[in-house]
């Protein structure tokens, strides 16, 4: 009799998961504050065309200052068949990730998208073998087999899951549909600024790749010693206050980058070879790179002709490249603020008209007056490991 009082209440459950789900898929989109959300959803983002490229400018951003779509180097002798990318958003990073990986001559690789909507291009039209999956991330298990994908990969999720145990369930189905010797990736870029201070480059020999990608697009290694400041712009120093208080209160890290590695780390018993690779992206020319750059223009003055012709390059303190990059930082970091505005003024107890004054204000200082030249970087990561 218990045993049938259980069926039932299971069977009953489980009808109303579905329906549930049904209406979620129906009718997934609310209007508010004059931009679309995803209805019912704790998602503090807005999910339209101006949030979706403004993610797929963070992706392209991404993928450039790393100088590829994967962190981790495809081993030959095991190549990858079947990518998963969760939370796709546009399916930008996939799209992305089969260029890197078609250039490196793996055409035989299937790219698979789960989202709670459909909002994702056909990359079918791309010539690449893609399906999409709708499913709700909160609704564990995900709809795969396990060990079916040789690469997961979790991009730009901090606002999508909450920290505590749903996050650890995410993590826990993540590898669980990887296969044995699969690579588990996580890219992700904290949400508040600070500032990096002038500091020595790493020793020769220390990741001479990575160290030779970062100069070239004008963007800093992370390391633990390299030296941080909190920020020194007004106005995103106060971003940065609204931004925590809003992310903490809806149980969302802030600063995500700093809890990865330690969270692969304690997954002793199904993940190994932790590494990462993180950056710091300035959000314009830098006042001690301009002072440098004087430096280095008055010892060529000081000097012979000849010697002014040879390093008549040290006077340009940016590439037209570096400073492209520089520019698409600030503009993702400006944007992320307009899209969380709403959660924003809330916690600053801004009216509508105090708040477009502020906002007025940011964007002079910034875009006009170039603010944002004392240090102010845009830090993003990517780590990955390979399941036992």
């Known amino acids: 009799m218990d045993a049938t009082r259980g069926s039932v209440s299971s069977a009953s459950v489980a009808q109303s998961t579905k329906l549930e789900d049904s209406a979620i898929f129906a009718n997934p989109f609310a209007l508010r504050h004059g931009r679309r ?7 503090p983002l807005p999910c339209d065309l101006p949030e979706l490229q403004r993610q797929n400018l963070h992706t392209l951003l991404s993928t450039s200052v790393f100088g590829r779509a994967l962190g981790s180097s495809p081993n030959p002798e095991r190549p990858p068949h079947k990518v998963l ?4 958003g546009s399916g930008y990073w996939s799209s992305l990730c089969h260029e890197y990986l078609y250039g490196l001559g793996y055409e035989d690789v299937q790219y698979t998208g789960l989202d709670i909507v459909p909002v994702a291009a056909d990359l079918r039209k791309q010539n690449i073998d893609w399906r999409f999956v709708q499913h709700d991330l909160r609704k564990v298990p995900l709809p795969f087999d396990d060990g079916e994908f040789d690469i997961v990969v979790m991009k730009d999720m901090s606002m999508v899951v909450p920290l505590g145990s749903a996050s650890q369930r995410v993590l826990d189905e993540a ?9 588990l990736e996580i890219w992700e870029t904290d949400h508040v600024i600070r500032s990096i201070l002038p500091h020595p480059p790493p020793p020769p020999g220390k990741n001479p790749q990575e160290y030779a990608c970062a100069v070239a697009t004008g963007t800093f290694m992370i390391s633990p010693i ?24 809806r149980k969302l890290s802030p600063t995500p980058c700093v809890r990865i590695s330690q969270m692969l780390l304690q997954e002793t018993e199904t993940l190994q070879g932790v590494e990462n690779r993180r950056v710091a992206i300035p959000l ?24 002014r012709t040879k390093k008549s390059g040290d006077s340009a303190t940016l590439t037209d490249e570096q400073a492209a990059l520089r520019h698409t930082a600030l503009l993702v970091v400006i944007q992320m603020i307009e899209s969380l505005e709403p959660l924003l003024k809330e916690v600053s107890g801004k009216s509508q008209e105090e708040w477009q004054t502020w906002w007025g204000s940011m964007m002079t200082n910034l875009l006009q007056e170039k603010g944002a030249s004392s240090g102010e970087c845009l830090e993003i990561g990517v780590w990955w490991c390979q399941k036992v």
């Open 37 to 43: 959300y995803l209805r019912d959803l704790p998602y």
């Open 175 to 183: 590898i669980r549909i990887l296969k044995s010797g699969g690579t």
């Open 226 to 249: 390299t030296p941080f400041t909190e920020v020194h712009n007004k106005f995103l120093a106060s971003s940065n206050n609204w931004i925590t208080e809003a992310l903490d209160k």
């Open 284 to 307: 314009g020319e830098l006042r001690w790179e301009r002072e440098a750059a004087a430096e280095r223009q008055a010892a060529n003055r000081r000097g012979s002709e000849a010697a």
């Open 85 to 88: 990318e969760i939370a796709c």
